[in-house]
């Protein structure tokens, strides 16, 4: 972390991260690059197929173009969801069962005047993010199909504002900016995952240059949201390449016992998955 005249700044080697450092990071920091994702190749092929995509302004600019719901484009956008490097860290951090939630693109052209720092996480669902966001746990995979440089919508983030309790955490809150706020570059091919309930946007566009962006969510199998989403159509999930139709399950699934005892049959004496050791 180093300190600019724009503020604070994470611009690390993030391919230093040991596999238990990755772990620590998202889930007490609550974001984590993951370097390096994608091939130049790799990102040349998304990115003829996103100039075809017919996106439309969001409601405070028209320099922030967006197309949700691309998960049935087809191609190299499609396939993304599958992409082997970041589901074998899901698997980690998740466990086997992963759910994909949704799919999105967005474009902040020059003039873009930054995203707001906001949660996506909203425990009783919201007109923005309906009621994927009353997930327990969901996790963003941001893949930057461009260079994110101080003057071109870096990514932002007040690190560990997931875990407070404080009335200041409230997820329904948004902010202008925080003084604690830390900006994020990375280079083109490279993700920001982040826990769903860290306080995130992006800065302002004052380049000459547009940037390109694909975000996917995941959750674990257990994690359901509060009240029913809306369902895939089976007829297009059948149609989908077979790395990507084992993600498509049921968006309402849980694992809970709602009626559960205080000792049930069965019970574990082992659970990797909430060691401590874990970071290490």
Wanted: glycine letters at 10%; charged letters at 20%.
């Amino acid at each position: 972390m180093r300190s600019t005249p724009t503020g604070l700044v994470d611009d690390r080697d993030w391919s230093a991260l040991p596999p238990g450092g990755q772990i620590r990071q998202i889930e007490v920091e609550g974001y984590l690059v993951l370097p390096g994702l994608l091939a130049p190749e790799h990102i040349a092929r998304l990115k003829r197929e996103t100039a075809r995509l017919e996106t439309f302004a969001v409601d405070y600019s028209v320099h922030q173009q967006v197309k949700p719901n691309i998960q049935f484009a087809g191609g190299a956008i499609t396939e993304l969801i599958g992409h082997p490097p970041t589901l074998a860290f899901l698997r980690r951090l998740f466990g086997e069962e992963i759910v994909f939630m949704s799919y999105s693109y967005a474009r902040s052209e020059p003039g873009h005047p930054g995203i707001s720092l906001h949660a996506d996480g909203q425990p009783y669902g919201s007109k923005i993010f309906g009621y994927e966001g009353s997930c327990p746990w969901l996790v963003r995979v941001l893949y930057y199909l461009d260079d994110l440089t101080e003057g071109v919508s870096p990514f932002r983030v007040v690190p560990r504002s997931h875990l407070s309790m404080h009335a200041d955490g409230n997820p329904y809150l948004r902010y202008e900016s925080h003084p604690e706020e830390v900006h994020v570059p990375v280079k083109a091919g490279s993700a920001v995952l982040i826990n769903h309930r860290v306080f995130h946007g992006n800065c302002p566009n004052t380049g000459t240059r547009s940037r390109e962006m694909l975000a996917i969510a995941y959750r674990p199998g257990w994690a359901g949201p509060a009240a029913e989403v809306a369902a895939w159509n089976p007829e297009d999930v059948v149609r989908l390449p077979a790395g990507v139709q084992p993600f498509f399950l049921d968006r309402n699934m849980r694992r809970w016992a709602f009626d559960g005892g205080n000792k049930p049959t069965g019970m574990k004496s082992e659970a990797p998955g909430i060691n401590p050791s874990r970071w290490e």
